[in-house]
């Protein structure tokens, strides 16, 4: 058996998608140590290439997860650089994904049945805004190879 196999199966990437969007990411915290150590490759392959295809802010709850995994079983596998690129990573979709939530807004803010006043929704695209200039100021690590 692949050491892949242990973590993925037979789940193609669309399946593993799927299952995420119906289950909590909150496993990743509980991963036993010692089968992150035994499965340490199959684990960081896992994550390298899940994180990234889930949306914002499911990629970034598993990122912020799995950061305790780098740092104790996977930390033979250049893990502190893994960590910040999946983290950071998931944190500047989170933003961006924020920021165009945001922007969207103005529908609420239009006609005569307006659900927020013209102010809050400047207020809003204010916020937008600042969400993508915190964005621009975040320094990526080199991409980590997949």
């Known amino acids: 058996m692949h050491a892949a196999d242990v973590v993925l199966g037979d789940l193609s990437l669309a399946e593993v998608r799927s299952a995420s969007a119906v289950l909590p990411t909150a496993w ?3 991963l036993d140590e010692d089968f992150v150590d035994e499965h340490a490759e199959a684990i960081d392959a896992f994550f390298r290439r899940v994180i990234p295809q889930l949306p914002p802010a499911e990629a970034f709850e598993m990122a912020a997860q799995c950061q305790r995994h780098y740092v104790l079983g996977l930390a033979h596998l250049d893990a502190l650089h893994t960590a910040a690129d999946l983290l950071i990573g998931s944190i500047r979709r989170l933003l ?3 920021a165009s939530v945001l922007d969207d807004t103005e529908p609420l803010a239009c006609g ?3 659900g927020v006043s013209q102010s809050t929704y400047e207020r809003l695209r204010a916020a937008a805004a600042t969400l993508r200039s915190i964005d621009l100021q975040i320094e990526s ?3 980590v190879e997949l």
Do not use: I, N, S
Request: proline residues 25%; aromatic residues 0%.
């Open 28 to 30: 990743v915290a509980e």
């Open 96 to 98: 961006d994904h924020m």
């Open 112 to 114: 005569p049945d307006a």
């Open 141 to 143: 690590p080199a991409p």
